[in-house]
């Protein structure tokens, strides 16, 4: 194989027995360094883990690599265990991070571990989970670090070296192997360039004075009609196009909105129409009514594809557009995220989207992840990004810096669970503290910062004290119970150490885990509950509350989250033997969401499974794993087949 001058200098560094961190634009070609370093593995015998951020990305690496080492690749995802004992594991991050606190699963087999997009360090949500995964990686592993461009690489290569002490060696690609071309909808026209788009804007403002004030007031927006811009796409050969929308609803709307489209030869449409309903045939979706209403757009060339879809239909759309008939995708983010679907044209519906706890412009770092997507490599000779401006949204100045500033300084997320902490304090003790300084928030950030960080450790380590996890300097069974759920510590303790989990059915621990997990979008009707989720409500609403009250006094945040019954009715149906397509009418859920907050609450009663609960509870949380994880929910039947 002959490799790029950057992926030659990783591999090179590889062979010398480096660990390495690499950062290259999305579609560089990151990819083929970590298949180096797995068939290295295979032929020496030894083992390695690959990690990826979310669920999606480390299935359709399972499917990927299972092609192409057959029989050498297993999966592990809290919802999935596939060939636990494989040579290479494929997991999330937070799967690792916790087996490496807990120390009760060897790793000794590994050399390497494989971080996919550890940019994701600086995730407000989920980045301490990367952060604690790089702190307490066992000695003996290698590193392979993939990263989207991160212009403090140096810093962040400085500190891993610092806490681990071992080789380590930075490779940076600045170029993308097909070069991007920026274009703009603005005012209805197609332009090239930001000078003509500061021009038209220029031309909307007009000047007024109000109450001796003056000020300018942008005026006479023409609409960018989504039609136009594909028609222009149409029109000058640019198919196939990823169009990136950051709301589901909107994906759809825009997708019907392409109905007077025909993007398909006859040829081809009798290719996608055979295409389809095999897959929809192979993944029993033949009688979905959601697999039926997107047919008359895929045999048009046409899709859409989000997080509220089935799985299972999600996987038919990926694989329609690798054929390369579908022209149009009307997709999410997480369509940029890893996953090798590149096509000519990236379009930006808007420079807006929802970062965890509000809405602002666009990262740069993020505009790339996406924009990356456009060019394919050995097939286009440059790719074309197209945004969409609405300058009563966004500013010249924004839109100027969003594609054209360096992408962002990776950040520190550093933020330590209660159940990181009682696995440190079971190995550490009172020495726990001395761990922080270790963290790459330590490592670059204030002083006053640093403080804070401590404070927040401290506090919460009180807190478990004041609870009852910590007694006499060492972790009680409660503490123990504890250690072993991320996340959702602190209240389920308290209903473990209540004795409330005893008096569950199975029912009721299937409700419980759901509302556990479950986090309302904005909207989100609550529906008329059950007498017996009324009843759970009432408990837990108590414990949580206490809970609250205590972490407040002590200034700790976020606060422990609170049970969410919002999808009982939709679980109690399930548990009651409906079917999939009718439970949906007791909530306003999508289908993909459904399935995905079902399968995260069969992760936490498997979690459950793993502490010192009661023979009798355990026997109750697998009469509820085996009534809840059968059918559509079951993400292992979906990868099997």
């Not at 040829?267 to 389809?276: C, D, F, G, T």
Request: glycine fraction near 6%; charge should be positive.
């Amino acid at each position: 194989m002959i490799y790029d001058p950057f992926q030659e200098e990783a591999i090179k560094y590889i062979k010398e027995g480096h660990s390495v961190i690499v950062s290259a634009p999305t579609g560089a070609g990151k990819t083929v360094i970590a298949e180096y370093v797995i068939n290295d593995c295979l032929e020496k015998g030894v083992k390695a883990v690959y990690t990826a951020p979310i669920k999606a990305l480390s299935n359709q690496k399972f499917r990927e690599f299972q092609e192409k080492f057959p029989e050498k690749i297993g999966i592990l995802t809290g919802d999935v265990s596939i060939n636990p004992e494989a040579p290479i594991l494929i997991m999330t991050t937070e799967i690792f991070r916790n087996k490496v606190l807990e120390e009760r699963t060897g790793l000794d087999e590994y050399a390497w571990i494989i971080f996919d997009e550890i940019h994701y360090i600086d995730d407000y949500e989920r980045g301490t989970v990367w952060e604690e995964s790089l702190i307490f990686l066992p000695k003996h592993m290698k590193l392979l670090a993939l990263s989207a461009t991160i212009p403090n690489i140096g810093d962040f290569s400085e500190w891993i070296h610092s806490i681990h002490k071992k080789p380590l060696k930075i490779v940076k690609e600045n170029k993308r192997p097909v070069p991007l071309h920026f274009f703009y909808q603005c005012q209805g026209e197609i332009l090239d360039n930001l000078n003509k788009v500061r021009r038209l804007e220029a031309g909307i403002k007009k000047f007024y004075t109000y109450k001796g004030r003056s000020y300018y007031k942008k005026e006479h927006i023409k609409p960018n009609r989504p039609t136009s811009l594909i028609s222009h796409l149409f029109k000058n050969e640019r198919l196939p196009c990823i169009y990136f929308s950051f709301g589901r609803r909107r994906c759809e709307y825009l997708a019907e909105e392409m109905q007077g489209f025909d993007f398909l030869a006859a040829e081809e449409k009798e290719k996608i129409r055979n295409l389809y309903h095999a897959l929809c045939e192979k993944y029993d979706l033949s009688n979905e009514k959601s697999a039926l209403r997107l047919f008359p757009l895929i045999e048009r060339g046409i899709a859409y594809h989000h997080a509220g879809m089935l799985p299972t239909l999600k996987e038919a759309v990926e694989r329609l557009f690798t054929s390369r008939l579908i022209k149009v995708i009307f997709t999410t983010e997480t369509f940029a995220l890893g996953i090798n679907m590149p096509a000519r044209t990236v379009i930006f519906d808007e420079l807006r989207k929802f970062y965890g706890r509000f809405h602002q412009n666009l990262r740069t770092r993020d505009f790339y992840q996406m924009a990356g997507r456009a060019g394919r490599r050995g097939i286009d000779k440059e790719g074309f990004v197209y945004s969409r401006v609405n300058p009563h949204f966004i500013s010249f100045n924004e839109l100027k810096r969003v594609i054209y500033s360096e992408p962002e300084l990776v950040r520190s997320r550093f933020n330590v669970s209660y159940a990181t902490i009682l696995n440190l304090y079971a190995k550490y003790g009172e020495k726990l503290y001395d761990i922080y300084p270790l963290s790459f928030h330590y490592f670059r950030e204030k002083e006053k910062l640093k403080q804070r960080a401590l404070a927040l450790i401290r506090a919460r380590v009180e807190m478990l004290k004041k609870l009852g996890c910590i007694k006499d300097e060492k972790l009680t069974e409660k503490g123990v119970f504890a250690g072993r759920i991320y996340g959702y510590e602190l209240s389920l303790s308290e209903l473990y150490d209540a004795n409330v989990l005893e008096y569950l059915s199975d029912k009721e621990m299937a409700i419980l885990a759901l509302a556990l997990v479950f986090e309302p979008r904005k909207g989100f009707l609550k529906p008329n509950l059950s007498k017996t989720s009324r009843k759970l409500q009432n408990i837990t609403d108590g414990i949580v509350a206490r809970v609250n009250k205590l972490e407040k006094k002590m200034g700790i945040e976020p606060l422990s989250k609170a049970y969410m019954y919002h999808l009982s009715p939709v679980i109690e149906a399930w548990m009651e033997g409906e079917e999939f397509s009718k439970i949906l009418r007791y909530g306003n859920s999508d289908e993909g969401e459904v399935i995905r907050y079902f399968r995260m609450a069969i992760q936490i009663l498997r979690e459950i499974l793993d502490t010192p609960v009661s023979p009798e509870v355990r026997m109750k949380i697998k009469n509820a794993l085996n009534v809840i994880n059968r059918d559509i929910i079951d993400a292992e039947k979906q990868l099997r087949m």
